[in-house]
């Protein structure tokens, strides 16, 4: 019966009409006037996948993140708080597209090809959450028909929230020692902890961007439990106006343009942050005395939260594997300096957070930053229990101390996904044991120019990549093109590849000044074009 409504409301309140959709990086991501029917079709993939679980929660956030307004998206969150297992994003793509009036017969299908027994659909357990866009109401109106056809047991709202609020939510709930699953419950793990480690001072001051989006109002909240040890004034604040969000501001802004946002007033000795749309992504930033900007991108963040992080756990007694993740988008100085300074093992992975999380996994610590500001540190659950498990007193008194400081920084990271939120404080925290300004940070090496550009194809699938991403295999010939303009640029790189997530090509180029390096990615959009 259950499934014989699926199909009656979807043909009657959800149909679909004659658009292709694919589950890609960010989930289903396109213009909001097209994702009704996607977005039903979402909530019956999120309780089947919630089956597959025996029952745990599976979260949905709708977002578009640092989309235009007009865009918006939808991702579905496994039980601990990882994006959906890469295996399902094909069965998600296919029941998205299934015709009208079959989609009981299509979910039947994907049950038996994953052998998942659709009476229990009964005991589902879905979490949602939305961003501040104008069209969430409604699509979540949709999602929410989803849930009610198929028939889960609970479904909660969280309301608007942070994309890693929604993904720490749903871990919390599957897995109660991470901590209260509520948003009053993430405020305070992560405000203890960074009240714990920077003690009761006033923290130095910090801007921060709020993307006209939903990292303002929750960083408002926040502000609540945290006090003036986070010592933030919020600008780009005004989530309830739809037509900016995004708009010159955030950190995706920042990140492409290499300039501060809107409304910020340079001010030397000041932190500046940015989050995107839905603060999953942070950027920093500072003016030099000259009022020069210089962003401290995601790249800078890694090397100064994963150097510190090693030095961390050795000064504390523990003998750990830590790496570093990072994208073929990472600045080659930042490589360099890992690999020949900091001497931390380095992976790269293909672009999308799953890659860099899964990636992550294979060391004892993984830190994984995407150049865009994406990232976060996860710790191996069997480590992180022997952290816990260790007898401090055992240990000298500086290490201790030092033991003391691991387990409240531990706790002050969002491990679920990137978390502008926890990341910034994370960063604030390495500032301040380091005794380190912005400029100090900056200083530990110079990021090569670099530039990217969109190119609009006819058919950017016509592009193959490979080596994760670095190199293309088609069409034919335009590698040996790429190469050839690289190799008469000093120092440069650059790389062709579809995006996940628009529909066009983009080219990455560096160089050894930024006059070579905005030629080489001209000449190189040319060829791609
Ligand atoms: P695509 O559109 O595939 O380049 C973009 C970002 C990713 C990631 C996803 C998901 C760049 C170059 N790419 O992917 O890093 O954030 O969006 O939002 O910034
Ligand atoms: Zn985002």
Redesign the pocket.
């Known amino acids: 019966a259950a499934l014989k409504r699926c199909d009656e409301v979807g043909s009657s309140k959800h149909p679909l009409k004659d658009v292709k959709f694919s589950y890609?990086?960010?989930g289903f991501r396109t213009k909001a006037n097209t994702l009704d029917p996607i977005m039903y079709r979402v909530g019956l993939m999120a309780a089947l996948r919630s089956v597959k679980f025996k029952g745990q929660y599976i979260g949905v956030m709708v977002t578009a993140?640092?989309n235009p307004v007009c865009d918006n998206g939808v991702k579905i969150v496994d039980p601990y708080g990882d994006m959906m297992e890469e295996k399902w994003e094909s069965y998600a793509t296919t029941l998205a597209n299934a015709p009208n009036g079959e989609l009981a017969a299509t979910l039947q299908d994907i049950a038996k090809a994953l052998d998942l027994n659709l009476e229990d659909i009964s005991k589902a357990k879905v979490i949602y959450g939305y961003d501040t866009r104008p069209s969430c109401p409604e699509l979540v109106a949709s999602l929410v028909d989803g849930f009610n056809a198929i028939g889960v047991e609970v479904c909660k709202d969280l309301g608007v929230v942070t994309t890693p609020q929604l993904h720490f939510v749903t871990r919390c709930l599957n897995d109660p020692s991470y901590g209260e699953a509520t948003l009053e419950g993430y405020y305070r793990k992560i405000a203890e902890a960074f009240k714990k480690i920077q003690g009761p001072g006033k923290g130095p001051e910090v801007v921060l961007d709020g993307a006209n989006g939903v990292g303002a109002p929750r960083t408002n909240d926040f502000k609540k439990y945290v006090g003036k040890a986070f010592n933030v004034t919020i600008v780009n604040d005004a989530s309830h106006k739809d037509d900016v969000l995004n708009d010159s501001c955030g950190a995706?802004f920042v990140?492409v343009q290499q300039k501060a946002p809107n409304n910020v007033t340079p001010t030397h000795g000041v932190h500046y942050v940015s989050f995107d749309g839905d603060a999953d992504?942070v950027m920093y930033y500072f003016f030099d005395k000259d009022m020069k900007f210089h962003m401290l991108d995601g790249d800078k963040i890694a090397t100064l939260i994963g150097g510190y992080l090693a030095e961390l756990v050795k000064d504390a007694g523990h003998s750990l594997n830590l790496g570093v993740v990072q994208?073929a988008?990472a600045n080659g100085s930042s490589t360099a300096y890992l690999e020949n300074e900091m001497k931390v093992p380095i992976a790269c992975t293909p672009?999308?957070?799953k890659h860099l999380h899964h990636a992550a996994k294979d060391f004892d610590i993984g830190v994984y930053f995407?150049?865009?500001g994406?990232g976060t540190v996860i710790f191996d659950s069997k480590v992180e229990k022997k952290i816990r498990d260790t007898d401090a007193s055992k240990l000298s008194a500086s290490q201790q101390e030092k033991h003391a400081l691991l387990l409240n920084v531990i706790d002050l990271i969002n491990q679920t996904v990137g978390d502008a939120l926890s990341d910034a404080l994370m960063v604030e925290v390495v500032l301040k044991q380091k005794n380190w300004t912005c400029e100090d940070w900056d200083a530990c090496y110079t990021d090569l120019p670099n530039r990217?550009l969109k190119v609009s194809v006819k058919d950017r699938t016509a592009v193959q990549v490979t080596n994760a991403e670095r190199q293309t295999t088609a069409p034919a010939g335009l590698q040996e093109a790429v190469d050839e303009a690289v190799a008469k640029y000093s120092k440069g790189r650059s790389f062709v590849?579809?995006?996940?997530?628009?529909d066009v090509v983009?080219v990455?180029a560096e160089a050894e000044t930024r006059e070579l390096c905005d030629q080489l990615a001209y000449e190189v959009a040319q060829i791609t074009h």
């Open positions: 890609g990086t960010a993140s640092h995706d990140k992504r994208t988008y672009t999308g957070v995407e150049a865009n994406h990217q590849r579809p995006s996940g997530t628009e983009r990455y």
